[in-house]
């Protein structure tokens, strides 16, 4: 993996400590204003807020819900007296606000608005290992909430969780079996969903009109059409469980449509890199190709037109196996947010078991970088979602702003490292 063509590891922009256990969540406040802040959770249940500017803890809180670990930390829009969600090992989810940002001093800036409990907690052993999902509010009016996915108390099922009233709303059920356009006949069991991410649609980041992608215990990589709640896709990649992926939308111009100005003249497909227990890591393009026939309304779908997906999958083959975490970094315009869903990717890392984060190309999968700094497992890396201004975050390296990759290991230490700042072109 480590060619002539991937770099030297460089040494880490910063490294924040202050966990005493095992980092086990990592998520950057994804608001411009907010772009210098990352929230961290570890397996004692403690959550930290950093200041990137100071390079210190602004707030603390102890999750006593999630004694037995934090499995994710996710800002949260949409909701008037919220803005994180603790999602814990054993199954609670907590919402918190987060006061000022804390005051620097007493570390107090977080308040517990509401916790409850999914239906994991009622499972034997009562852990759970999928991170949740938070979907945004669908429509943007004020009678849409915000939900989070969840894994239901049948592992394979997946639980819809309203944020606003704290309780389900739907369950997606285990689509083994079912026969389909899209699955043929499925009968074999997909087992525990292991890991999820949502993808918005092309034009919209409304929960209803976008895609959840999920890994399962299989092998499967299973992809679901939001607007009906029902499976789009199938797709079995290894033999292993898949623990983590990434996933993002890519355009493409429908030759049929001549009008570039049409709202259907640019459809998005999946693109989504997913790793695991094995060696391989597999970058995998689902394209949707429609059947459609014009109406006399002008609609281009009819129920005499199905939808079908071209899966095209490029695997590589590492010397060590096992990855926890896959991260997708979004190129983004100055101080600007990273829209998932217009955006072009030029890179992403994968954290493993081997204590090394490995940076590629994407989507050619070109290997660039072996991070190699921490003595334990890496359990999380993430990308900045905006841009850290240089009146933010100085990045010395490079003189200029850019994005940051932070990444959380069992060693209790949580490393910055800035990469590939000066120039895009990689």
């Known amino acids: 993996m480590a060619g002539r063509h991937s770099l030297p590891s460089p040494d880490p922009w910063f490294v924040l400590r202050g966990h005493t256990d095992a980092v086990t969540a990592l998520n950057f406040l994804d608001d411009a204003s907010s772009g210098s802040l990352l929230l961290s959770g570890d397996g004692c249940g403690w959550i930290r807020l950093w200041d990137l500017k100071t390079k210190r803890t602004v707030a603390d809180c102890m999750q006593r819900h999630a004694s037995k670990g934090i499995l994710s930390v996710t800002p949260v829009h949409g909701l008037d007296n919220a803005n994180v969600l603790v999602h814990g090992r054993e199954g609670s989810v907590s919402l918190l606000r987060l006061d000022a940002c804390g005051d620097g001093r007493d570390g107090r800036g977080f308040t517990t608005v509401s916790t409850f409990a999914d239906a994991t907690s009622d499972r034997p052993g009562g852990l759970c290992f999928c991170k949740s999902v938070v979907l945004p509010q669908s429509g943007g009016g004020s009678g849409h909430s915000p939900m989070v996915a969840l894994p239901a108390n049948d592992p394979a099922n997946i639980n819809l969780f309203d944020l606003r009233a704290c309780r389900p709303a739907s369950v997606l059920q285990d689509p083994s079996g079912l026969s389909s356009i899209e699955f043929g006949k499925c009968s074999t069991r997909l087992g525990m969903c292991m890991c999820m991410e949502w993808c918005p649609s092309q034009d919209d980041r409304a929960c209803s009109t976008g895609e959840l992608v999920c890994g399962h215990e299989d092998g499967s990589l299973v992809v679901w059409d939001m607007t009906a709640q029902k499976p789009r896709l199938r797709q079995k990649l290894q033999d292993q ?186």
């Not at 100005?261 to 689902?286: E, F, K, M």
Request: charge should be positive.
């Open 241 to 426: 469980p898949i623990v983590a992926l990434d996933v993002d939308r890519a355009t493409r111009r429908q030759q049929e449509h001549a009008d570039a100005g049409s709202a259907n003249s640019a459809v998005g497909d999946l693109r989504v890199v997913s790793a695991g227990a094995s060696s391989t890591i597999h970058i995998t393009r689902i394209a949707r190709t429609t059947n459609a026939v014009p109406t006399d309304t002008g609609n281009v779908a009819s129920e005499g037109s199905p939808k079908r997906s071209t899966v095209k999958t490029r695997e590589v083959v590492l010397k060590h196996e096992g990855i926890n975490s896959v991260s997708l970094r979004r190129k983004c315009n100055g101080g600007g947010p990273i829209s998932t869903g217009s955006v072009k990717n030029n890179m992403f890392a994968t954290g493993g078991w081997d204590n090394r984060v490995r940076v590629f190309s994407f989507p050619s999968a070109k290997p660039l970088a072996i991070l190699e700094f921490h003595r334990a497992a890496i359990n999380e890396v993430k990308w900045s979602r905006h841009m850290l201004c240089s009146g933010t975050v100085d990045v010395p390296e490079c003189g200029c702003e850019g994005q940051l990759l932070a990444v959380a290991s069992k060693d209790t230490r949580i490393s910055l490292w800035s990469l590939y700042n000066k120039s895009e072109n990689i």
